[in-house]
DNA sequence: GTTTGGGTCAAACGATTGTTTGAATATATT
DNA sequence: AATATATTCAAACAATCGTTTGACCCAAAC
């Protein structure tokens, strides 16, 4: 089997796609873009992934397969508190730092007007919230507390996710060089923040919810 | 002047605009659908904003103007430190809470491939950065620290910004009434948690940097 | 009454959108 | 060698994109 470059088509078309969606956006990128990227014809878009949407779709499931694994892995009810909540940070920056794009596509700028989209959005998510949960009660905080679950579940990701999005920008704006050394600070930096701030709610839990 | 709706046509045109940015993001939606929205011709949105593009731009002013004044409203640094950031906190909810639609736009969707858009962006932001230095400095953070700076700044309205990009999702899923009483709970657990981050992290400073 | 100028409109501009077609080529199986 | 299967391709599909045109309406100014 001859191929007419290293990886088959299907590889380099959602490679491709991943690297234009991040930079500019789902519906920004056209598949003739996309095709040219990625050295195929465009008819070959809708030969394997059945039309650009079929590409997002892939990219959730690529995404999830890694992301799902990396949280799975670095869960560890056997570890103290405060270490596996700095483990879990410090895998988290890793992963996105290495996922970069696809991570931002996934969870950043998921077009969710777009009932496919979000239905299987939906699907993935409910496997991370029991171990999210998990977690949660492990702080004395309780995971059905719908309203704390929503406040607090994000923040973390998304404090991530606003530094990676805007990292291109700072780079140029306040010279900084995000190299390694820098991201050991900024895993440090959040899991203090975060620590902190979970021990904070923790505390004044008992004087909010019932006693 | 007679008009054929209530508002005059570019401020129909703009309201129209945030509804469907919003919504579908900056480049899913078209102008002729802006147009029907806003029930003006075609033609108006290059009289009226000089193109598409032109919306986006109008749409970043706008949002600025009111945020900056909320933001120097707020600040007042005869407040003890943790009321103060209590007040920030409550008003930038709020804020967020009354536009919705413009602030998911401007701080969540802003198509940052557009180098028109992103000096746009860059010149606005400058005028906060001084704003939230101020804050640093009482929390003894160095402001000039550019990587703490980093960290910390986004977190804050990011974890915001999540919370109501995935509201309507929640809704369904957890059956969540996101009323005031909700928005109560709301602003105090987020004051806990980065009341309590913060000062961990002043704490620990000197334990990081030069001491 | 004529001119001025802001607002409105249908229609058309060329360019690009995602998708499909049908033939051609290459690989694998019989 | 013949058949079946998978891949590739240029070309065309209808639909939509953002923008512009030139005529038209109408109230205010002269």
Known sequence: MVQSSPK?????????AI????????????V??????ANVNI????????GKIGILKAIMNDFHDRYYQMIKNVMDDSLPLEE??????RNLVTFIRTHTDLTMIVLHSLPLDIPEIVKLKANKISKLITELSGLFK???LDPDDKVLFSIVGPSLVSSILAHFRFKSVQKNVLNIDFDDEFYEKYTETLTTLFLNGLNGLAVKKPEIGRS
Not at 19 to 30: I, M, N, Q, T
Request: charged share 30%.
């Open 32 to 37: 003739r873009e996309i095709a040219k990227e």
């Open 19 to 30: 690297s234009l969606f991040s930079k500019r956006g789902f519906d920004a990128v056209g």
């Open 138 to 140: 492990r702080f004395g």
């Open 84 to 89: 596996c909540v700095g483990r879990i940070i």
């Open 8 to 16: 088959d088509g299907k590889q380099r078309i959602l490679e491709a």
């Open 43 to 50: 008819s070959m878009i809708s030969y394997y992934f059945e």
